[in-house]
């Protein structure tokens, strides 16, 4: 069974940062992607990031992140710790949300699929982030 684990949310100032950090059980980092979303209540959810190893062996290095973390953001993955990192720096209020970790093995890799419609099956329960102006 996958399970996915959120921890390293808080309360920060703006300009600051935080490491999300999410620990995976249940399944081979090597055939899943793996990524964080975010949601603030009212809004759509929004895809943030995403790192695959399959893209990584297929030369295709490059994360995906979403247009609004323009260079903000770092994801990262310890595969032998089964452990995916956000590193989140000069943060700002409109980063607040609650940050989730996904997985799918459907797709196993961060490109190919419009970012608008791509559906991760696994989620933690979340992670809240708390930028104040």
């Known amino acids: 069974e996958v399970q996915l684990v959120e921890s390293g949310g808080g309360l920060v100032q703006t300009g600051g940062s935080l490491r999300l950090s999410c620990a995976a059980s249940?399944?081979?980092?090597?055939?899943?992607?793996l990524g964080w979303f975010r949601q603030v209540p009212g809004k759509e959810r929004e895809w943030v990031s995403c790192i695959s190893n399959s893209d990584i062996r297929d030369s295709k290095t490059r994360p995906y992140y979403g247009d609004f973390v323009k260079g903000r953001f770092t994801i990262s993955s310890d595969n032998a710790k089964n452990m995916v990192y956000l590193q989140m720096d000069s943060l700002k209020p409109e980063d607040t949300a609650v940050y989730y970790c996904?997985?799918?093995?459907?797709?196993?890799?961060?490109?190919?699929?419009?970012?608008?419609?791509?559906?991760?099956?696994?989620w933690g329960q979340g992670t809240q982030v708390t930028v104040s102006s």
């Open positions: 249940g399944f081979r980092f090597d055939d899943y992607a």
């Open positions: 996904v997985a799918d093995n459907r797709w196993p890799s961060c490109w190919g699929i419009d970012p608008k419609v791509r559906v991760f099956k696994s």
